[in-house]
């Protein structure tokens, strides 16, 4: 295969990511449960009760997904070529978003018992992972553009990898209790900054 039909072929493999990535995230939406009731204030009531657990984990699993979305984003944009390791990657990755929404549900379904949180987790923590491994694939296997910077890639890798690394660390959490599991996944939200600017300080 020549250079330009390995072009061709990361096209084709970005386009197919997008559309599902663009499945997965709709169908966090349809399994969201209807409030219903005989009357106004009971429906209110259901819905207010549904907040804390199946509508909230639907927003932390679409922003979750739309995260995971713009870093994948980012890495193509740097990847000049793909070859078959980077497309076997790449579909063990779209597995794991995939199984996203069945883990949201499980989760939902299963909120007091410890395996909802763990699944989650896992689940997660492998997107994240296999991440990290497409990002050192990529220079390991000289696929990045030529005029992509030496470290390119190292704000993926970072916050990739501490994001396998808060959601790996929750998982002994959920054991202990399942709400503070999820409140520990917040960490996300900070961590990745936090180690990226300890890295530039560190290089500077």
């Known amino acids: ?42 429906v209110w009531r259901r819905f207010v009760e549904l907040l804390p657990d199946e509508y909230l984990n639907f927003v932390i699993s679409f922003a979750v997904i739309a995260a995971f979305w713009l870093a994948h984003h980012q890495y193509f944009r740097k990847i000049h070529v793909v070859d078959a390791a980077l497309r076997r990657y790449n579909l063990g990755w779209l597995f794991l978003i995939v199984i996203v929404p069945f883990a949201t549900r499980v989760d939902n379904e299963d909120g007091r018992f410890v395996l909802g949180p763990v699944l989650y987790a896992v689940v997660i ?18 696929l990045m553009r030529p005029e992509a910077p030496p ?3 190292r704000r993926l890798l970072v916050g990739a990898g ?4 808060v959601f790996l660390l929750s998982i002994p959490v959920s054991f202990v209790s399942t709400s503070w599991a ?4 917040l960490l996300t939200i900070v961590a990745p900054a936090i180690s990226n600017r300890l890295l530039t300080r560190r290089a500077a």
């Open 1 to 42: 295969m020549d250079e330009e039909d390995r072009q061709h072929v990361r096209e084709r493999l970005v386009f197919f990511s997008d559309a599902v990535i663009a499945i997965a995230m709709t169908l966090l939406a349809l399994e969201l449960p209807v409030p219903h009731g005989e009357t106004n204030t009971e």
């Open 182 to 185: 999820k409140y520990f996944w």
């Open 125 to 142: 923590s492998g997107i994240a992972s296999l991440l990290v491994l497409m990002a050192r694939h990529a220079i390991r296997a000289h």
């Open 162 to 165: 501490t994001a396998a690394a």
């Open 151 to 153: 470290h390119a890639m």
